[in-house]
């Protein structure tokens, strides 16, 4: 699998992968989405892979309890004490279930994650894609999804399902190009930036931590 090789070759990619896509969607069936000759578990692996390497934090249960302990643990290093949930993400909010009792956590409102002083807070929402070669997590707005649990949290969860890896970047926009969203987060790692007298700085536009969680179904 040929990596990424800077901002062109991305750029020239991105291009390729949208000029004249198009896929047929059944009404209400799932986005289709053509995979490479790897198996789900060597996706699975390189995924885990990149995304450690890249500061992330990687978690799998056989369910959304077994895998509340560990959660926990990576949470509790964070100093975390609330969870943002989206009300229509049924995987986080079991896993919220599940971690509420081991906290204790709160779950918080949007609104109070938007305040001046803030409690440390972890965002927990479902991914739709996990992109193997470069270990990105994919999340968009479509069917009026909110991006807000990693866009405005301390610590953001993206929770997977085995059916969620890819292995490269052209099938997640080849699937996104029949109806694309108005937003799509292509998360690489912690959000971190050196703008300011080169200093690398993490969590300035964006959660300090990123923990990918794989559950067998979701």
């Known amino acids: 699998m040929e990596p990424v090789k800077g901002k062109d070759d991305l750029l020239r990619r991105v291009r390729t992968a949208l000029h004249g896509r198009q ?11 053509h995979r490479g000759a790897g198996s789900s578990a060597e996706r699975i692996d390189l995924f885990r892979s990149r995304f450690e390497n890249l500061g992330g934090t990687f978690v799998s249960g056989a369910s959304a309890e077994s895998a509340a302990r560990p959660l926990w ?24 279930d599940a971690l509420v009792p081991l906290g204790p956590y709160k779950i918080a409102a949007p609104d109070e994650i938007r305040q001046a002083a803030p409690p440390p807070c972890a965002g927990i929402q479902t991914a739709e894609y996990a992109i193997a070669e470069t270990g990105t997590l994919v999340q968009t707005s479509g069917r009026g999804k909110t991006l807000l649990p990693g866009l405005i949290t301390d610590v953001h969860v993206a929770l ?4 969620a890896f890819i292995d490269r970047m052209e099938e997640c926009l080849a699937a996104l190009a029949h109806n694309p969203p108005r937003n799509v987060s292509f998360i690489t790692g912690p959000s971190r930036t050196a703008d300011i007298e080169l200093t690398l700085t993490i969590g300035a536009h964006g959660p300090r931590k990123v923990i990918a969680v794989l559950l067998p179904a979701i």
């Open 160 to 163: 997977l399902s085995p059916a």
């Open 73 to 96: 643990e990576a949470l509790r290093a964070e100093g975390v004490t609330a969870l943002l949930v989206p009300e229509d993400d049924p995987a986080a909010r079991s896993l919220a």
């Open 23 to 33: 896929c047929t969607v059944p009404a209400g069936g799932p986005i289709p989405v």
